[in-house]
């Protein structure tokens, strides 16, 4: 073992367990563009679409932003155990749907969940150590308003209501493992990749370091 140095030590390394990195936030925190900025440096995680029962926004297209469906559909799929979790979320229901995540974890990539605290919950149920979780923050309340304001893809009944459950998501900040405040967006992105690599590199998941040291340690 290792004895061709670095392409031995690429291959071995590949022997790690999946992240499955929830980010959590109000809407209006600036997670989406987090999350398409995360994904498009990190080649080895993939985003797990949603479905759910809401109307697309406009731009929205099925399977990539969420694979919307009706709600005896949903019925069906939650009877059917086919979501890893799921919520009512405002006035549409939201879940994950089990198998990608699944398939994608065997096959060695981390999965990123843009969910809500229920989600967040349930996932600690179900994936505990493999589970990562991060809150983010808007820097202020106006802030946040006029963030909402800015996006103008609801309603001013629709954005009233986001507000007010703003307040009841970001009461749920300390059942996180990591929480970034957005205030400025290079400084949130940066401290985004500081917890995805260091948690990375946790010992626990990289399962190839055992063998690892032990031909270290027996000279082979
Ligand atoms: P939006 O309708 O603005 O896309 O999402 C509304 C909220 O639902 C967001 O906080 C988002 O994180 C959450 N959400 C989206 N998909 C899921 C899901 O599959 N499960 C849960 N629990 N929440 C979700």
Do not use: C
């Not at 919307?68 to 979320?89: N, P, R, S, Y």
């Not at 300390?174 to 948690?199: C, F, G, K, P, W």
Request: aromatic share 8%; net charge negative; proline share 3%.
């Amino acid at each position: 073992m290792l004895n061709n140095g670095s392409s031995d030590l690429k291959a071995l390394k590949q022997n790690r367990r999946g992240l499955m990195v929830v980010l959590s936030s109000p809407s209006g925190a600036g997670k989406s563009t987090m999350t398409r900025m995360l994904l498009a440096d990190n080649t080895n995680m993939t985003m797990s679409v949603s479905t759910t029962t809401r109307r697309p926004r406009s731009g929205e297209e099925d399977g990539v932003d969420y694979y919307f469906i009706g709600k005896t559909k949903f019925a069906d799929m939650i009877e059917d155990g086919e979501f890893l979790e799921h919520a009512k979320v405002f006035d549409n229901y939201y879940g994950t749907p089990r198998s990608p995540v699944e398939a994608a974890l065997a096959d060695g990539h981390d999965v990123l969940f843009d969910i809500d605290w229920q989600g967040a919950q349930q996932l600690t149920q179900a994936a505990g150590d493999d589970l990562v979780k991060i809150f983010i923050l808007p820097p202020s309340k106006r802030e946040l308003e006029s963030r909402l304001h800015t996006r103008a893809q609801d309603s001013a009944a629709v954005i009233a209501k986001r507000m007010a459950k703003s307040e009841a998501e970001i009461s749920h900040w300390a059942e996180y493992d990591y929480i970034i405040v957005n205030d400025d967006l290079d400084t949130a992105m940066q401290e985004l990749r500081t917890i995805v690599s260091a948690e990375r590199m946790k010992r626990r998941r990289q399962m190839w370091l055992g063998p690892f040291v032990k031909a270290l340690t027996e000279g082979q």
